[in-house]
């Protein structure tokens, strides 16, 4: 409300005469852009800010160039902002009012801190959410490793809701968010199933994930010590253990399966994730379009020799210039066979046809499953929503939407994240878990496979879209 204050007072003032003789005024947007700037230190990077941080600094700027122009002085400052270009500035900042006052959280932001253990272990931050009432040695340890776009406090609430739903949760990252790799994230989801050179960071995110994953089961299986007097598997179960994870997270999980990773592995839990691993590009045309097709390969190597040299020349020069283009990716090839239980958390955005190529690898690990799979999809959930992005970053969460026929996530999303997550674990350990089980959200949909399926011919040669 300040900021609006002053940005707006700073607008009117040429155009009211009691406002027109108070001196100083016009450096108002300079305070604003100097407050926006003091909420990060406070409250952490608010994207809804965003707008409010860019405007005032264009007014500062604005106000400094006029106070150059008029000599450095303070008081009447030479090409103040005439009637017609306020009206822009009013509808702008009313825009950025708008989305400040709209998408700011409803819910305290805080990180939980009842419960939880923060230890620090080399480059890696590590929380560890649980309780001491009950059997804290008999509770399920799920680990949850964070979205590439997020940190940790991008999963805070959902750890939250699992630990009080009966799990100790393990989160951790590695070095914290990196916002210079922003843009590099953004265009691996954006165009890792279509463009070879997003597809390559996709994967390289998921390399980066697998690594995270080794470390923290080499550094759960020394039963560290989380305070003077409590080690890990005084409040957690050693043999029974679920890993979790968004994104490329999800994905590393599902190709570091087939390794060796310990029998107490009783789970998977893979959310919105591409499997960029499981694409290919860069191979010729096919007429198979559908699974399961024969592929029959077509080769088109140039023109006969009868064709003249300049026939050939031609062919030559459009290839090499083709061959400078973006490579695209052009089908999809082996997917990782299941043999542990796993759950797969997607946007609602993959019942629809238009984004079935995205989901299409997923999709394919999903049925050729060979132990117990679910797929669960929330109406109205963005690839976003299964984490704390609606309670905390709710503009960043609206940019990434569901469907646009479904309503969207509420703040009660980390509580049904972990609500269907907590009744998944309860399937594979029985009722004399120590879980709690959670009421089935209504916005669901839930599809199950509960048998072993012989691998597909499918899966044991490539095919295309």
């Not at 939980?112 to 009432?133: F, K």
């Not at 694409?279 to 088109?300: C, D, H, K």
């Not at 199950?448 to 399926?453: A, G, L």
């Amino acid at each position: 409300m300040l900021i609006t204050l002053f940005l707006l007072v700073s607008i009117i003032q040429p155009f009211i005469r009691k406002l027109k003789a108070v001196n100083g005024l016009a450096w108002l947007p300079l305070i604003a852009l100097l407050t926006t700037i003091g909420l990060i230190p406070a409250y952490g990077v608010r994207p809804e800010t965003l707008p409010f941080f860019i405007y005032s600094l264009v007014l500062s700027g604005a106000a400094v160039s006029r106070f150059v122009r008029g000599g450095g002085r303070d008081r009447d400052f030479r090409g103040e902002p005439r009637f017609i270009f306020a009206i822009p500035l009013l509808i702008v900042l009313a825009a950025a009012a708008w989305t400040a006052f709209s998408f700011s959280p409803s819910k305290d932001t805080a990180l939980s801190t009842r419960g939880v253990y923060t230890l620090q272990e080399g480059e890696y931050t590590i929380r560890i959410y649980t309780e001491r009432d009950g059997r804290p040695s008999q509770r399920p340890l799920l680990v949850l490793l964070p979205p590439a776009l997020g940190s940790l406090a991008a999963i805070d609430h959902v750890a939250a809701e699992l630990r009080d739903s009966g799990f100790t949760v393990l989160t951790g990252e590695r070095g914290g968010a990196n916002p210079a790799a922003l843009f590099r994230t953004l265009n691996a989801f954006s165009s890792g199933t279509s463009s070879a050179r997003a597809n390559a960071r996709g994967r390289r995110l998921e390399d980066a994930r697998k690594e995270d994953i080794l470390f923290l089961l080499s550094w759960i299986r020394r039963n560290p010590q989380v305070n003077e007097r409590t080690w890990l598997f005084d409040i957690a179960c050693a043999d029974t253990l679920f890993l979790a994870g968004y994104d490329a997270g999800g994905s590393a999980l599902l190709l570091l399966e087939g390794l060796p990773l310990g029998r107490n592995i009783r789970g998977l839990i893979a959310i919105e994730s591409p499997l960029w691993s499981s694409f290919r590009g860069n191979v010729p045309e096919t007429s198979a379009l559908t699974p399961g097709a024969p592929i029959e390969v077509i080769y088109y190597e140039g023109p006969p020799p009868e064709a003249g040299w300049f026939n050939s020349l031609r062919h030559g020069l459009g290839s090499w210039i083709s061959g400078m283009g973006p490579q695209r990716i052009t089908g999809l090839g082996r997917v990782p066979q299941i043999s542990t239980p796993v759950l797969f958390l997607v946007s609602d955005r993959s019942r629809e046809d238009v984004y079935y190529r995205r989901y299409r690898a997923l999709l394919e690990t999903f049925r050729s499953a060979r132990s117990l799979a679910v797929l669960a999809s929330a109406d109205g959930a963005g690839p976003l929503d299964y984490s704390d992005f609606p309670v905390r970053y709710p503009l960043i969460s609206a940019l990434f939407p569901g469907r646009s026929n479904a309503p969207p996530r509420t703040i009660e999303a980390p509580a049904e994240t972990a609500a269907v997550i907590t009744n998944f674990a309860l399937e594979i350990l029985g009722e004399d878990s120590t879980l709690q089980s959670q009421p089935r959200p209504a916005s669901f949909q839930i599809e199950s496979r509960n048998q072993f399926v012989e691998p597909e011919s499918r899966n044991s040669s490539e095919y295309h879209f």
